[in-house]
């Protein structure tokens, strides 16, 4: 069983940094994609980030693009969002995905394994 443990959220100001931890455990990430999702209160869970399972390919949500960097070890089985120059508008739980495909995905459906999420808010 693949089991997946974000850490790293808060309270933080406008313009403040935070950075994720997705820790996996169960298997090992060396052949699989790997996703950073976010939902926010009374919206629907949207795609934020996602690398592939070199680190080579990665994508992002617009809004998001030049603030946030996704990355990952695969020796320690860990995904990072390094999130910068945050807004309120970032204010949500933010889930880390494990997908058996190598390559990403930005469709919340194509991911097998999620943790229970981190919440993040941002104040103004």
């Known amino acids: 069983q693949v089991q997946l443990v974000e850490s790293g959220g808060g309270l933080v100001q406008a313009e403040d940094s935070l950075i994720l931890s997705c820790g996996v455990s169960?298997?090992?990430?060396?052949?699989?994609?790997m996703g950073w999702f976010r939902q926010a209160p009374g919206k629907e869970r949207e795609f934020v980030a996602a690398?592939?399972?070199?680190?080579?390919?990665?994508d992002y949500l617009d809004s998001v693009k030049g603030r946030f960097t996704i990355s990952r070890d695969n020796a320690k089985n860990t995904v990072y969002l390094q999130m910068n120059s945050l807004k309120p508008e970032d204010t949500a739980n933010y889930y880390c995905a494990f997908r058996y495909d190598s390559e990403i995905a930005l469709n919340s459906r194509e991911y097998e394994y999620w943790g229970q999420g981190t919440q993040v808010t941002v104040s103004s």
């Open positions: 169960g298997r090992t990430i060396y052949t699989n994609a």
């Open positions: 690398i592939n399972w070199s680190g080579h390919t990665t």
